[in-house]
């Protein structure tokens, strides 16, 4: 574990409108620089799940979307746009739950969200805006993984990049950043095995580092029109490593809510 004691969070800001192809590594480091952002070995840069979506061109016009039978049939059920349902279904491995208006699926990458991610807000374009939705990166990993060596060759450091995502949660109220896609840094820290403050052993503790984070980054980002896509982060208070997403993924085995 490394010895800093202070977790630092900076917002990027000033980022301009992201367009599909546009070169994210660029626009960060260009911001960060005009934020006066001191880039050190092990920073991450935690960056929102929508301008990663846009640099790819994820953007999807419902107007192109041929709805078939079964997406008809689930719009139905829950009153949305079948051209929607259909975009959903192929972006899911499986619907989990179909209720009150909500589409539950777990993610093609694995993860349970509702609407596979998609999502219409702050997804302006210059024409017929309203028919455009916003889909998840295809490989959230490999977008985090991307970002990050263009970030390290750019700047000589070793770094972190987190993709985050706002998600609900089955057991509470409000959404939070989720991690989504993870490139050079641990997700899940396992501390079984070390002691506690009174020298007994943890058992059972492992630490979503990635979530925490996400979460914490997601604070400064907002909801709605505060425009900051994207969170400097210094002092991760546990050393580096390779990982992926698939480190927070409960096994459907192990998984009391399906």
């Not at 301009?16 to 880039?39: E, H, R, Y």
């Not at 092990?42 to 039978?69: C, F, H, M, P, T």
């Not at 972190?160 to 995502?165: A, K, M, N, R, T």
């Not at 604070?219 to 002092?235: I, W």
């Amino acid at each position: 574990m490394s010895d800093r004691k202070q977790l630092v969070f900076t917002p990027v800001e000033g980022l301009p409108l992201i367009q599909a192809g546009d070169d994210l590594v660029s626009v960060i480091l260009t911001m960060s620089d005009k934020c006066g952002i001191s880039i050190k070995d092990g920073d991450i840069y935690v960056i929102a799940q929508k301008i990663v979506s846009k640099s790819e061109n994820r953007l999807v016009n419902l107007n192109d979307i041929q709805a078939g039978w079964k997406a008809k049939r689930l719009a139905r059920r829950v009153g949305k746009d079948p051209r929607l349902v259909e975009l959903i279904l192929r972006e899911s491995n499986e619907v989990i739950r179909a209720k009150d208006g909500k589409l539950i699926v777990e993610h093609k990458q694995g993860f349970i969200c509702a609407n596979a991610g998609i999502d219409h807000s702050n997804t302006r374009v210059d024409q017929g805006s309203e028919h455009f939705v916003l889909l998840l990166p295809k490989d959230s990993d490999a977008s985090a993984d991307r970002i990050r060596s263009g970030l390290e060759k750019t700047t000589g450091k070793r770094l972190g990049v987190l993709i985050i995502d706002s998600h609900g949660r089955a057991w509470r109220n409000g959404i939070v950043g989720t991690t989504i896609g993870i490139s050079g840094f641990p997700a899940l820290v396992d501390r079984r095995g070390q002691p506690d403050l009174f020298g007994f052993k943890l058992r059972i503790t492992q630490v979503g580092a990635a979530d925490e984070l996400a979460a914490g980054a997601s604070l400064l980002m907002g909801q709605a029109d505060e425009g900051v896509p994207v969170v400097h982060v210094s002092g991760f208070p546990y050393d580096f490593r390779e990982s992926s997403l698939q480190e927070l993924i409960r096994s459907k085995r192990k998984d009391l809510f399906r």
